[in-house]
């Protein structure tokens, strides 16, 4: 066998062939199937030629082995730390884990001499350290050998990584957005805005009530008339935003009104002419006739709530009418805290009758502290009053002076607590205070001129006295002188004068008697009833003879009293039974005595009772009253003083005195004096 001597040229296909071509130059042949460069054939020579030479990925496998070669420009494609250099190895070998695809591809290409072509053929690939998947566009090529027989398999390839996984992105996206739109119950649709032609889904033409649609003028004739407009706007405006939005109501064939929302983009070219929009329909009924029924909702409830606001306003009106027709002045308060602590009160509720002490309206006062409006009243028991009211919810009255802040009143006030506000109410009572103090002042006057007059009484009936008795002797003794020489007619006379001075002297004697009476002794002591009697009827022993009365006593009691003034009230009221008796019937007198309770009190109750004339009942306290004769004085005499006396003596001893009687059926006069 002929040797043959290796190459000392570098053969003319791998001139110029690269960083590959130098590998290949360099690869040690010899213990490769190849065998050495120089015996290569010149099919594999010139395949290498251009493929070395050529700037596209290509990738070689040749012969059975299917030894691997590839250019420069498919280098990059193995990356780092991979499978470079893999010139000269076995692509079954190389290629190992993808081989299960790209073994049968080479075997088909190799047997039946048909290319075939993948794009974007994504292939686990094991580079840089990992595996990875990797995306391809290629095209297997059968390779012929020098004998017109197919010996290998040209590759040519791009990667095309970066390009497929912007698809698969694409893809999730569009299968997200997919998601989405099925989601979201989304109808889409297509409108070539040049054509008016659309392509919609077929949720799009369910949400317009088509089954499905043929132009777009289908759609928009479901439209609502009224809402066209909306619709039209919202295209004019797309056309200058690029985005369209807008809902209108679209009536379905069965004539029952939906709601929809319209979204989308408008698609321009270069020269902003409008070509297409893309864009999603939606049906919002279901939430417009909630918001519409939420509406109604809402709108009848402010309705009601303004109603019930109306009808509160006019009560508290009703109210404040009311409160204002009553006379009496009322607060309703509520407190005011300060750090907890209740420093005032603020009007709530006030009355025209209050407001008018601050010279105001209850409107005015409204939301006012009442320690602002008056001041005064935190010095008065008011404030605490009405504190402790709040604080114990205990109703509370009380009697106020108040005569602060320009004021000077006298109420009767009092404080309830009602809910968490304390109402307060006051009765001015200053009219009737100023009667009051006005009648004490006068009381206390008349009770001194009462003593003057007394005084002076005592003092002129006393003066008067002398000058009677003068009188009295004088007359007598000028009667006594003139005797002889005094007529009939002058006799008369001078008798008339004695009856007159002794009638003035008894007059005064009676008035002497009142303002005595008039002068309390100071000491009392007990007085046995029965001694005073006997000794007033010694005194008018001749009297009971004159008249042939008879007088009936009882036992009576033992009081406490002053002895001389009893023994004149006897006297008087005894000395009466007599003097009014009936003419030619002799007085009948009966005294008697008993216990009685009167007003929680214990009495001894003397009664003096005669059948003497009487007198109308109408009379019976007339009768008491000084100088108050009820029969003249020439039938009986008389000074209208003794009753008087009488009543002035009760009274001294802190008891009482009436009398009962009727014309002509005698007279009972009941004498009350307190058991001590
Ligand atoms: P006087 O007897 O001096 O008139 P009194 O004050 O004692 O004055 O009495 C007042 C009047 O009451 C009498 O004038 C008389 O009209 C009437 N009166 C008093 N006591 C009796 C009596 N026992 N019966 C009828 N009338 C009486």
Known sequence: MESIAPPTVVPPFLHNSGDMGEHILKYNWAQNSLGPIHRWPQSLCTTLGIMLHSAFPMFLFWSNELVCFYNDAFRPCLATDGKHPAIGKNGKEVWSEVWPFIGPLIEGVMKTGTPVWFENQVLPFYRNGGMGDIYWTF??????????????????????????????????????????????????????????????????????????????????????????????????????????????????????????????????????????????????????????????????????????????????????????????????????????????FRYKITNNAYAAYANTTPEKLRGKKVGEVFPGYFQTSSFLNIVRTYQSGITDSWEIHYNLDGLDIYNQMSATKFNDDVIVHFTDFTRLKNLELNLVEKLAELERSNANLEEFAHAASHDLKEPIRKIHIFTSKLKSQLHAQLTETDLENFSKIERASQRMGSLVDDLLDYSHVSQQPHQMEPVNLN????????????????????????????????????????????????????????????????????????????????NGIGFDAIYSEKIFQIFSRLHNNSEYSGSGIGLSIVKKIVENHQGRIRAESEEGKGSTFFVYLPVK
């Open 139 to 344: 095209s297997y090529s059968p390779a012929y050998g020098d004998e017109v027989k197919i010996n290998g398999v040209l590759v040519t390839c791009v990667e095309t990584t970066k390009i497929g996984t912007e698809r698969k992105k694409i893809e999730e996206i569009e299968e997200r957005s997919r998601l989405a739109i099925n989601a979201a119950e989304l109808g889409t649709f297509d409108l070539n805005l040049l054509t008016n032609e659309v392509v919609a889904s077929e949720r799009f033409a369910a949400i317009f009530g088509l089954a499905h649609s043929i132009s777009q003028a289908d759609y928009v004739n479901t439209i609502h008339p009224d809402d066209l407009v909306i619709r039209e706007k919202a295209y004019q405006q797309a056309y200058n935003t690029g985005s369209l939005e807008y809902e209108a109501r679209v009536i379905w064939n069965d004539k029952s009104l939906h709601w929809i929302k319209v979204k989308g983009n408008i698609y321009f070219d270069d020269k902003g002419k409008p070509l297409k929009l893309l864009g999603v329909v939606q049906d919002i009924s279901a939430e417009k006739f909630f918001s519409e029924r939420l509406e109604k909702k809402v709108k009848e409830r402010t309705e009601e709530l303004e109603t019930a606001h109306q009808s509160l306003l006019q009560a508290n009106s009703y109210l404040q009418h009311i409160i204002n027709l009553s006379p009496e002045p009322m607060q309703v308060l509520e407190p005011v805290f300060e750090n907890g602590e209740l420093i005032d």
């Open 531 to 610: 001694e005073k009697i006997n000794r007033v009827l010694e005194d008018l022993e001749l009297d009971i003879q004159q008249r042939s009365g008879t007088i009936h006593i009882d036992n009576l009691p033992v009081v406490t009293g002053f002895r001389r003034q009893l023994q004149q009230l006897f006297q008087n009221l005894i000395s009466n039974a007599l003097k009014y008796s009936k003419s030619g019937i002799p007085p009948q007198i009966h005294i008697s005595a008993s216990l009685v309770n009167e007003d929680g009190k214990q009495y001894h109750l003397i009664k003096v009772a005669d």
